[in-house]
């Protein structure tokens, strides 16, 4: 039986959310929490199965739209028994369905293998017959799976003057991230911000912002055409040095927002009063400040930021009673704590060198805890067994 298991980290956002929707730099951590995809070929299965049950498309958009960009029908891919599985709570701002996306995108891409060109080196993308990468001009990865340009398939000759790669050496850590970035901006009626997919694909703590930053390993571009036009972010990794005794604990209030009102309601404020945009602003030197602080591996002067950035969001008006509260439980023991995420309910986060007292703290002013380690690892290939399960033939 052919079979792979990935996996993908959730993500917190550690400075710069809503400032980032205009052009100010944001960081987000790889979380320790994981989402685990396990894809198996099963005999008799006709049609597609999730957790042992009918697959719905409606039900599951990414794992939809994933299936029609990697695992086409219409070229005789084999219907899939799909196991999901993990620890990222769902819709928290913890990006548990990018870490699902980009897990799946592994797993299908390790079970059809890649065609690269023969004596070509699967690490150079130039090389590649298939697939997508930030660095092959000619492809759009953002294109839904029935209006991708003939030139982005880039499909081996019937093998001819090709070869077939498959498992882990056919793996690219940058088209799980493209790929996973283009399945959440289909689910999400066309806007999506590349943070949660990198944060979960690259693992580390990864800086987004609309130009190069200085200081931090610049790793690619990312290109989204939305329905309110063009938009370019520049990706940054930075590597910091982190101890093993720092921990971040999240808390969720409990309480469930929609991030699309949150950032509607930052919008009308800014439109109504554009000199508030200075707030914006400010968040956005403290975004650079912690991540100087960060490259220093001053995690005291990080956990500073954070508190800032807290007071900033508190202003803008995009906490809640319950954040402020779980934040305020979580100071007198940790190094720096805030909301993550849009706010309005959803998580907060807090550094912290004492993780059980602090979570004791959130716990006991009303929050549900997760401990997490700092700095995380993002995509792993977990287990592969007869591949590969199927692959495309080629034009
Ligand atoms: O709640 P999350 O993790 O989806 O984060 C939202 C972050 C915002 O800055 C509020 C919106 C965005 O698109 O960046």
């Known amino acids: 039986m052919g079979r792979v298991v990935a996996s993908a980290p959730g993500k917190c956002i550690l400075f710069g959310e809503h400032a980032v929707v205009y052009g100010q730099p944001a960081v987000a951590v790889a979380i320790e929490q994981r989402m685990i995809v396990e894809i198996s070929t099963e005999d008799e299965i006709s049609e597609w199965k999730l957790d042992g049950k009918e697959f719905d498309g409606s039900k599951h958009p990414h794992v939809q739209a994933l299936r029609d960009r990697m695992w086409p029908k219409s070229v005789g891919a084999t219907p899939l028994s799909v196991k999901i599985h993990g620890d990222i709570p769902a819709a928290s701002g913890l990006g548990s369905s ?82 996973g970035h283009s399945i959440e901006a289909v689910a999400q009626g066309g806007r999506a911000s590349p943070m949660d997919a990198t944060t979960c694909a690259y693992g580390g703590i990864i800086l987004l912002s609309d130009k190069l930053e200085p200081g931090v390993d610049w790793t690619g571009t990312r290109n989204l055409s939305t329905p309110n036009g063009d938009v370019s972010w520049e990706i940054h990794s930075v590597s910091a040095k982190s101890p093993d005794d720092l921990f971040l604990v999240i808390g969720h209030t409990g309480d469930y927002s929609s991030t699309a009102q949150q950032v509607k309601y930052v919008a009308e404020l800014l439109e109504k009063d554009p000199l508030r945009m200075k707030e914006i602003e400010a968040i956005g030197h403290v975004a650079r400040r912690g991540v100087d602080a960060l490259l220093k591996g001053d995690y005291t002067a990080v956990g500073h930021a954070m508190k800032e950035n807290q007071v900033l969001l508190s202003l803008l008006g995009v906490s809640s009673e319950k954040l402020d509260r779980l934040v305020e439980a979580a100071n007198p023991s940790s190094l720096g704590a805030k909301l993550t995420g849009a706010g309005g309910g959803g998580c907060m986060i807090a550094l912290t060198r004492n993780p059980k007292e602090t979570s004791e703290a959130i716990e006991l002013a009303g929050g549900r805890t997760w401990i997490s380690k700092f700095n995380n690892k993002g995509l792993t290939l977990d287990a592969i067994s007869d591949l590969p399960i199927w692959f495309p033939p080629g034009n």
Request: glycine fraction near 8%; charge should be negative; hydrophobic fraction near 35%.
């Open 98 to 179: 990018a870490a699902l996306s980009v897990a799946a995108c592994a797993a299908l891409r390790a079970a059809r293998g890649r065609w690269i060109r023969k004596n070509g080196d699967f690490s150079v993308p130039e090389d590649w017959a298939e697939g997508y990468h930030s660095s092959i001009e000619d492809t759009n990865s953002y294109a839904d799976s029935e209006n991708i340009r003939d030139s982005a398939r880039r499909s081996g000759q019937n093998g001819v003057g090709h070869l077939h790669i498959f498992g882990q050496d056919s793996i690219d850590v940058e088209e799980c991230s493209i790929v």
